[in-house]
């Protein structure tokens, strides 16, 4: 049975498609911000490609929201995109956002923020 389990888990492994995003980056507009509420909040994602396929994305928040999927092709590797995203606040908070890549189930480092109302 042991010999079954680790010959099935080598097969998975041998057979498994290497990723599509070789690295991924999330950034805020601001970090820290004082001054009159609302405001939007800019955050910035950074996608690079290490072959070419589809890329399946959305940004995640530290208030457990999830923005829209988004599909993107890679037609080669090294190919690069910057994608945008607009969060507005309106109380004095902390928290961040990410880069979620839902087509290999991972994300960026968070871009975290603190919010300081008027």
């Known amino acids: 049975m042991r010999i079954g ?6 097969c998975t492994a041998a057979s498994a498609e ?3 995003v070789r690295w ?6 601001k970090a820290i911000y004082f001054g009159n509420c609302p405001v939007k909040l800019v955050f910035t994602g950074t996608i690079l490609a290490a ?4 890329i399946t994305f959305a940004s995640k928040h530290s208030d457990g929201s999830v ?5 993107i092709h890679a037609a080669r590797r090294g190919q690069a995109w910057r994608v945008h995203e607009q969060w ?3 109380a004095t908070t902390r928290g961040w956002a990410q880069l979620w890549i839902q087509s ?14 008027k």
Not at 108 to 117: D, L, N, T
């Open 5 to 10: 389990a680790i010959a099935a888990l080598l």
């Open 18 to 20: 290497p990723r599509v």
């Open 24 to 29: 991924s980056h999330a950034e805020a507009s």
């Open 51 to 54: 072959r070419a396929g589809n």
């Open 67 to 71: 923005g829209p999927a988004r599909t």
């Open 88 to 90: 507005e606040l309106s």
């Open 104 to 117: 290999e189930r991972h994300g960026s480092a968070v871009a975290r923020f603190r919010v300081y109302c």
